[in-house]
């Protein structure tokens, strides 16, 4: 059995209170070796950093989410910088811009994700990054901010737009909607991509696959997304696990 890297999955989701102890257990099972757990918000730290602490297999990422906009003051970012240099993570995030939701205001957004940029940059970390209808400045951001790596999870958005990001060194984090018929322009995407730029995730617990649509996701479906981004390449399932793995070791240490 390959083994499987979940690039972003977030475990501490209180989704997850009543049975997380079984949801890992079956995570292993199913191949899935190592995950990502990112932050959300300043008040999940410390659970984050527990569960890291007691499963090797968990990597933690420390940041500020763009959709939990009420929740973060500017003393976090202060906060945020000492977390890095006294417990540094596997990764910044996640962070990033969300211009869907309404009454996130934009302005708050960009000087939340800039400062997250900018200490990544200074700390040497890859960052995680939500985008939202926000890719175009995502980028133009990145390019601006400079001397960055790290992956756009959850990718939706078009062919051109990735080849940008690859040309920066960017990954895509690609999870359950490839799993979807629908998303044609995403499996266009997946199938020709460069593999060095390919992440696997579960957005765990949301984001299921087209097969438990409506259902809490969890990290031990992570088979489904890799049968179906290895169907779409033309590719044995064991080469693009074997691949993308190395890809999320490569990048989260």
Known sequence: MSLLYDSHCHLDAPGFDPDRA???????????????VPAVDRAGWEAIAALCDADPGLRPAWGLHPMFLDRHRPAHLDELAEWLATRRPAAVGECGLDFFVEGLDPDTQRLYFRRQLGLAREFDLPVVIHARRAVDEVIATLRQVGGLRGVVHSWSGSEEQARQLFAMGFSLGIGGPVTYERARRLRRTVATMPIEHLLLETDAPDQPDAGH????????????????????????????????TANARRLFG
């Open 22 to 36: 079984e949801v890992l257990a079956r995570a292993r099972a199913a191949g899935v070796t190592r995950q990502l």
């Open 213 to 244: 649509r409506g259902q809490r996701n969890e990290p031990a479906r992570l088979g489904r997304v890799l049968e179906t981004v290895a169907a779409l390449r033309g590719e044995s399932p064991d080469s693009v696990a074997q691949a993308t």
